[in-house]
């Protein structure tokens, strides 16, 4: 999903903003929660007062001027005396109620407003980890990101700006309109009414123009952010390689044509805010003109005059700000869409209707027939058959690229087979609900990737709920205990980003304490071990003997040293089992197994 693809043509970026609108409403007006949706009324009267009493500000304004310029100057006269203090204390009365009202609307708002942020920023988040691995794998983390950053953000500038600046000044228009066609003619009102419609028209416009620059601006953003992550990321990569220059370059490229974009995008700001101060000011001339030739006729009075021009500075005032505002709101508009573009994307793995929970009978995996591909045009397994029976242990072998961690994102569920079933105690993993099918496996994956948080977190999180002796418990048996004891802030020693700061043997211990500590009924060993050394090896392998003990063991290896013990093995070659059985069975049989066996015999002396 390309930022690009997004827009298109002018009626299909309409209505795709409209339903951008339409998504954000029911985060507005929340079913069922009748605080929220009492604020919102409670916040629109606030807002409805405060025009009421602003537009009543210039009125005050227009009886003081015209009380005070019929009055001669009277040696020793009081202000009681010369001019009625009801109107002054009138004047300032409307001015405290207007502030007044506009404060405790934004007081009765803001709890609406940071709960649908909050409520679009979950539902957002919850639906990333719903999508499928593919998409994961598709995407850049970094991007990614960024768009939904950008989205919450443009969330909270339209939700301020939009509901309680746009729509009050659009009513605000009509009320001024409505009193100066009343107090004077139709002409002051169409001449205003025409100034501003020609403002909006000429932002509108415009806006729309240099919106281009915007979406560029955005692009490169992200594809610098991108690019940026990705390096840190990969650290120490850059590093082995030398390549900080060649990242520099990278990142700077992106950096230039975000500039060249961001140019661009002010220089043609100027050119709307100089259009918009023609516009404005011209407006305010002509009115000012008719109000001054009524004063000259006697048909309006001084206060008449200092009203008109009240209610012009009043209106224009925030039209100005308008400008910006409405930029500002297309561009959240269009960060908005971004993100809930991501919500339209639909799961590739989802659950049926009404999915059972798995029910555990000691845990039999079996793989019946099972095809599968990640692209059509190049299938990875190929009729592949086999029975884990509970409690015991069953190893799958096979050079590089053969499938074998493809069998392991199937068993979890991250792909579904396009042909076959695989089933966990008869039932098909593809009829009962994900959640209790991944609470049913554990995992020790070869690539140990560890939160940057402390050991004690990155254990835990194999069993949020467990308590202090569990995670220390799983420790023990992962034979890691007395290593982070040993450390200067024991269990609450951070671990770095991505696990860092450990060691491969210590990594793959706390990845052994996660999974003893989540106790599942299915274990899936992923070739743990072969990134370490020998010595590390033999010593994870003795941890991950004792935890799988009695328990339904599938294990994917690429050392078969460690393999040796299992109750069958399987040969996978090309996404086929081209053999089967026992260590001493394989070897006897002379065939793909044991050239293998071999070949690592001889490497290893």
């Not at 100066?180 to 729309?208: P, Q, R």
Request: aromatic share 10%.
């Amino acid at each position: 999903m390309s930022n690009s693809s997004l827009y298109e043509t002018k009626d299909e970026r309409g209505n795709s903003q409209v339903k951008t609108l339409i998504t954000l409403l029911p985060y507005l007006w929340p079913a069922g929660q009748w605080n929220m949706r009492a604020r919102v009324v409670v916040a629109l009267t606030l807002l409805v007062g405060s025009k009421i009493a602003n537009v009543y500000v210039p009125l005050f304004y227009r009886d003081a001027v015209d009380a005070l310029s019929g009055v001669s100057p009277v040696e020793g006269a009081t202000l009681v005396a010369a001019v009625p203090v009801g109107l002054l204390l009138s004047y300032g009365g409307a001015r405290i109620l207007a502030q007044m009202f506009s404060e405790l609307r934004e007081a009765v708002f803001a709890r609406v407003a940071q709960r649908a942020i909050r409520n679009a920023a979950l539902r957002t988040f919850q639906h990333l980890h719903v999508l499928s691995l593919r998409f994961h794998m598709n995407r850049q983390t970094g991007g990614l990101s960024r768009i939904i950053e950008r989205g919450v953000k443009g969330i909270e500038f339209l939700l301020s700006f939009m509901m309680f600046n746009i729509l009050p000044t659009l009513l605000e228009i009509f009320m001024v309109c409505g009193i100066l066609w009343n107090l004077f003619n139709f002409w002051y009102a169409f001449v205003t009414f025409l100034t501003i419609s020609i403002f909006i028209g000429f932002t509108l416009v415009v806006t729309e123009w240099r919106l281009k620059y915007r979406r560029a601006m955005n692009d490169r953003d992200t594809e610098a952010n991108t690019k940026a992550i990705d390096s840190l990321l990969n650290y120490e990569t850059v590093k082995y390689f030398g390549n900080e220059a060649h990242e520099a370059r990278r990142f700077d490229k992106a950096m230039q044509a975000y500039e060249t974009a961001s140019v661009k995008s002010t220089v043609s700001l100027s050119y709307l805010n100089i259009g918009q101060g023609v516009v404005i000011s011209l407006g305010l001339v002509i009115v000012m003109m008719m109000a001054g030739q009524g004063v000259v006729d006697g048909t309006m009075t001084l206060g008449d005059f200092v009203l008109v021009n009240s209610y012009l500075i009043q209106l224009y005032l925030p039209l100005n700000f308008l400008g910006f505002v409405y930029r500002q709101i297309r561009q959240s508009l269009t960060d908005m869409e971004a993100m809930f573009r991501v919500l339209d994307i639909e799961t590739e793995v989802s659950d049926r209707p009404d999915a059972p929970a798995l029910a555990l009978n000691g845990g039999t995996v079996e793989f019946d027939h099972v095809d599968f591909g990640y692209d059509p045009r190049r299938p990875i397994l190929r009729d592949v058959s086999f029975i884990v029976p509970a409690g015991k242990t069953v190893a799958i072998v096979g050079p590089s690229g053969a499938g074998k961690s493809t069998i392991s994102r199937l068993l979890f569920r991250f792909y579904d087979v396009n042909r076959g079933t695989v089933r966990i105690d008869g039932q098909d993993i593809a009829a009962v609900s994900q959640e209790s099918l991944r609470a049913s496996i554990g995992i020790v994956p070869q690539d140990t990737v560890l939160f940057n948080d402390s050991i004690y977190y990155n254990i835990l999180y194999g069993r949020p709920s467990a308590a202090t002796s569990a995670v220390e418990s799983a420790a023990r048996l992962a034979r890691i205990h007395d290593f982070i004891t040993s450390l200067p802030d024991g269990y609450k020693s951070n671990v770095g980003e991505r696990g860092l700061k450990l060691s491969g043997g210590e990594k793959q211990r706390v990845a052994i304490a996660r999974t003893i500590l989540k106790s599942p009924a299915i274990l899936l060993f992923d070739e743990a071990t072969s990134a370490l050394d020998t010595h590390t090896e033999k010593e994870i392998q003795e941890s991950l003997r004792e935890v799988s003990s009695n328990r339904t063991t599938l294990q994917i290896a690429h050392r078969l040293s460690t393999v040796i013990d299992a109750d069958e093995i399987l040969v996978l070659e090309a996404g086929q089992i081209s053999e089967r059985g026992r260590h001493m069975e394989l070897l006897a049989r002379n065939g793909a197994y044991a050239s293998m066996w071999r070949k690592q015999q001889e490497t290893s002396k």
